[in-house]
């Protein structure tokens, strides 16, 4: 229990909630469950809070064309609906998603500068699924790869490591990384699974081949799998590269109970990942951690992980109410990681 209590810091805004649609599962309920589970849990006031500035067009065209980001606009003040089967706007998305960006922006300018080592951006929409000129999966703009350009533009950085944990593979994320020898970009997904990229052999590519590290996991997988999957590769790979800034993607549908994929982690599991992670941080990168929301759809579970995010992060010493049983791991499990290592070995000594 030795918090300081100005290491951690998240940001949140309320026009967060404005960008929701009825019982799309990327809705505003996601974020007030988070909230609240803030306030019983008696966390927030351990917490630094961050008001949230807009990105500028600039900041956002470091990763999307200017045509694209011109698109969402006019089509949000159109009052068009949907951007695809999956992807709603509403009138205010556009500004919102501005201020989502901007959320982690602001986030980094406190990790960087004189702010808490740890931030968590707590913003809506989520990012990791934005590719340069294309809205999907509930994405608009690329949050985290936005912020990742915004540490080498202003802040000179030339190794930022990026994970991903969200189930999703964090297709957008990838594309804008993988050919770029300064950002390292690890996920975990699900597969097979939507979106349907992020196979373990896309390594990235020219300057960037080997800086992108893709572990597909298969559905069922949960703390046993995941702890071994950060023991065996993510962590291992971490320390070799080094990173001087840590950035995760936050997805929390790899939950046991989310309503989109089919995980089995528990909040133990996140505790566990996040534990790691922080672990990894002070060793390389002064403990900088920069996390922003991506999925996670069942309202309480998210909730719950959120908070023992937060927990391991800022090493609150709160009791974790949920853990998995103490099973081998799983043989599909234990073949796919033996698969992985063998192609992450041609980079990385594991
Ligand atoms: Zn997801």
Request: aromatic share 6%; proline share 5%.
């Amino acid at each position: 229990m030795s918090a300081n209590n100005t290491k951690l810091g998240i940001v949140y805004h309320k026009d967060y909630l404005i960008h929701t649609q009825g019982h799309h599962p990327e809705r505003k309920e996601r974020l007030e469950h988070i909230t609240s589970a803030l306030e019983n849990r008696g966390i927030s006031e351990k917490l630094t809070m961050i008001d949230p500035v807009p990105a500028s067009v600039d900041d956002i065209a470091l990763v999307h064309d200017s045509g694209y980001i011109k698109t969402i606009e006019e089509a949000c003040n159109s009052g068009q609906r949907n951007l695809d089967m999956d992807t709603y706007i509403v009138p205010e998305s556009y500004r919102v998603a501005l201020l989502s960006a901007g959320g982690v922006l602001t986030g980094l300018r406190g990790v960087m500068g004189i702010g808490p080592d740890i931030v968590f951006a707590l913003n809506r929409p989520p990012g990791h699924h934005a590719e340069r000129s294309r809205a999907m999966g509930f994405c608009l703009f690329n949050n985290i790869a936005i912020a990742a350009e915004v540490a080498k533009r202003d802040y000179g950085l030339k190794r930022i490591a990026v994970v991903d944990w969200d189930v999703h593979h964090g297709n957008g994320t990838q594309h804008a990384f993988e050919d770029d020898p300064e950002v390292l970009f690890i996920s975990t997904h699900q597969s097979p699974a939507y979106p349907g990229t992020g196979h373990l052999k896309e390594v990235g590519r020219g300057t960037g081949e080997g800086l992108t590290v893709n572990i597909p996991m298969p559905p069922g997988s949960g703390d046993i799998e995941y702890g071994l999957i950060f023991d065996q590769v993510i962590i291992p790979v971490l320390d070799q590269f080094q990173p001087e800034l840590l950035l995760i993607s936050s997805g929390h549908d790899a939950y046991r109970h989310d309503p989109l994929a089919g995980m089995s982690l528990t909040h133990q599991g996140f505790y566990d990942m996040a534990d790691k992670l922080r672990q990894a941080a002070e060793k390389h990168c002064q403990g900088r951690v920069l996390l922003c929301l991506e999925g996670g759809y069942h309202l309480e579970g998210q909730a719950g992980a959120v908070i023992q995010v937060l927990n391991a992060m800022g090493n609150f010493g709160l009791p974790v109410t949920e853990r998995s049983p103490d099973l081998d791991p799983t043989r599909h499990a234990q073949a796919r990681l033996e698969e992985v290592l063998q192609v992450q070995r041609k980079y990385w000594s594991l």
